[in-house]
């Protein structure tokens, strides 16, 4: 086996594709001229949209607590980074954290527009993707992550406890549910009143 620490500890099966998934439902409600069945369409499905959201969202968490982790081990060689001596583009590298930043201006708008309720989305989830968008900036999208030491944390990240994110890590992936990280969205920023 080889000596190192995991580029993903577990995550690619359980990441679902979330722009992809949110475009193929909008098609679908606006594919219907009249609003009261666009309407209906969009209470069919902005549960599901939902679902696929925070599970994006806890992705990035646990990928934030994953990054937390390694730094707390030694030196030690990432196994199977999968962006290794890849070209870098900025814009591609953040563009699906760029779409979950835009549809959470958006998303409210359409519960409001289509199902009359209000919805707004908690400030920790804004900051998350905030934060996520300046770790895969702030690394340059892994391209030359060769050691754990390579890797460096968006400036709000809280590592106390850093030490024990493996084992949670692991609990959750044990469960295929990547939105039950979000059990640690108000924990993983430092909160900005202690700023």
Same mark, same amino acid.
């Given at each position: 086996?080889a000596e190192g620490l995991e580029f993903d500890p577990g995550f690619a099966p359980y990441v679902?594709?979330?722009?992809?998934? $949110?475009?193929?439902? +909008?098609?679908?409600?606006?594919?219907?001229? &009249?609003?009261?069945?666009?309407?209906? =369409?969009?209470?069919? +499905?902005?549960?599901?949209?939902?679902? $696929?959201? !925070?599970?994006? $969202?806890?992705? +990035?968490?646990?990928?934030?607590?994953?990054?937390? +982790?390694? =730094?707390?081990?030694?030196?030690?060689?990432?196994?199977?980074?999968?962006?290794?001596?890849?070209?870098? &583009?900025?814009?591609?590298?953040?563009?699906?954290?760029?779409?979950?930043?835009?549809?959470?201006q958006l998303f409210p708008k359409d519960m409001q527009y289509f199902a009359g309720e209000t919805?707004?989305?908690?400030?920790?989830?804004?900051?998350?993707?905030?934060?996520?968008?300046?770790?895969?900036?702030?690394?340059?999208?892994?391209?030359?992550?060769?050691?754990?030491?390579?890797?460096?944390?968006?400036? !709000?990240?809280?590592?106390?406890?850093?030490?024990?994110?493996?084992?949670?890590?692991?609990?959750?992936?044990?469960?295929?549910?990547?939105?039950?990280?979000?059990? !640690?969205?108000?924990?993983?920023? $430092?909160?900005?009143?202690?700023?």
């Amino acid at each position: 086996m080889a000596e190192g620490l995991e580029f993903d500890p577990g995550f690619a099966p359980y990441v679902m594709p979330f722009q992809g998934t $949110v475009n193929y439902l +909008y098609a679908d409600i606006n594919r219907f001229k &009249n609003f009261s069945q666009k309407k209906m =369409k969009f209470k069919q +499905y902005y549960k599901k949209i939902l679902t $696929v959201f !925070y599970n994006n $969202v806890g992705f +990035y968490i646990g990928c934030l607590m994953w990054a937390a +982790y390694i =730094k707390t081990q030694p030196e030690q060689g990432i196994l199977d980074n999968h962006c290794l001596n890849r070209k870098y &583009n900025e814009e591609e590298n953040t563009s699906e954290t760029d779409y979950l930043i835009k549809f959470v201006q958006l998303f409210p708008k359409d519960m409001q527009y289509f199902a009359g309720e209000t919805f707004k989305f908690d400030e920790n989830i804004i900051r998350i993707l905030d934060a996520y968008k300046e770790f895969l900036i702030i690394n340059k999208g892994f391209v030359s992550s060769i050691y754990n030491t390579d890797i460096e944390l968006p400036m !709000y990240m809280n590592t106390d406890g850093a030490i024990t994110f493996k084992e949670k890590i692991d609990e959750i992936i044990k469960t295929g549910d990547l939105s039950k990280f979000m059990e !640690y969205k108000d924990g993983i920023l $430092v909160q900005e009143d202690n700023i």
